[in-house]
């Protein structure tokens, strides 16, 4: 079945190390996109991708970088510069500029 | 970054009954999303909306574009438990993206 695949469930992150949260999906969607979730608060865009090798910056891309080398694949980096990394991370895709947007089940990132 | 307000924040119902919620913007939007989010997993799409005074249902599910391009509504009949869940609408400020509101949480009292 098609559709957006998030891995691990669950990451745990050292002080001053760096973390990749993978997504990869399998709708032959152009855009992607990666947003951050707090406990009881909205959806806020960390960055998103338009097409392959092509990316820009959301309202919080502070602490984060991403790539896009595969249509595929939007891996997203929470760098030891990103003081409050404990979040739910969720990647979404969709088929062309302002389609709606499909989700994967997320990434819960909590800090030792 | 802008967000949508959402209203209510959160609900407690009695199984069988009706649920309204509503979203507004201070943009106008040309396309209005509801979403469903479970816990612990991302948000599912439950309606579109792409015309002004659009209503679509989707099962026991119905939305409406407002006339004013600035709001959206949500109805749910007859609520089950497996309504639980937060429900968030979404539109797109611009040409590239959309914005998220902070979420309707509901809960279902049997």
């Known amino acids: 079945d098609g559709g957006i695949t998030q891995s691990p469930k669950y990451l745990f992150r050292k002080e001053g190390q760096n973390v990749t949260l993978s997504c990869e999906q399998n709708?032959?969607?152009?855009?992607m996109y990666w947003y951050r979730q707090d406990p009881g608060q909205g959806l806020r865009l960390i960055y998103y991708?338009?097409?392959?090798?092509?990316?820009q910056k959301g309202d919080i891309a502070e602490g984060y970088s991403v790539s896009r080398e595969k249509k595929e694949s939007f891996p997203l980096t929470v760098t030891s510069a990103q003081k409050n990394p404990t979040a739910f991370y969720l990647c979404?895709?969709?088929?062309?500029?302002?389609?709606?947007?499909?989700f994967g089940d997320g990434t819960r990132l909590s800090i030792l | 970054g802008q967000q949508l307000n959402q209203s209510p924040q959160s609900m407690f119902i009695q199984e069988g009954e009706d649920v309204s919620m509503n979203c507004t913007s201070s943009s106008i939007f040309n396309t209005w999303l509801w979403y469903k989010q479970d816990p612990g997993e991302g948000p599912v799409l439950l309606i579109a909306l792409y015309k002004a005074g659009e209503l679509t249902s989707n099962g026991r599910l119905t939305a409406q574009f407002g006339i004013t391009r600035k709001d959206s509504f949500l109805n749910i009949s007859a609520s089950i438990p497996s309504d639980v869940g937060i429900y968030f609408c979404?539109?797109?400020?611009?040409?590239?993206?959309?914005?998220f509101g902070t979420g309707t949480r509901l809960k279902v009292l049997a």
């Open positions: 979404a539109g797109p400020p611009g040409t590239y993206k959309y914005i």
């Open positions: 709708l032959n969607h152009d855009a």
């Open positions: 979404a895709s969709s088929g062309a500029r302002l389609q709606p947007q499909h």
């Open positions: 991708s338009q097409i392959v090798n092509d990316f």
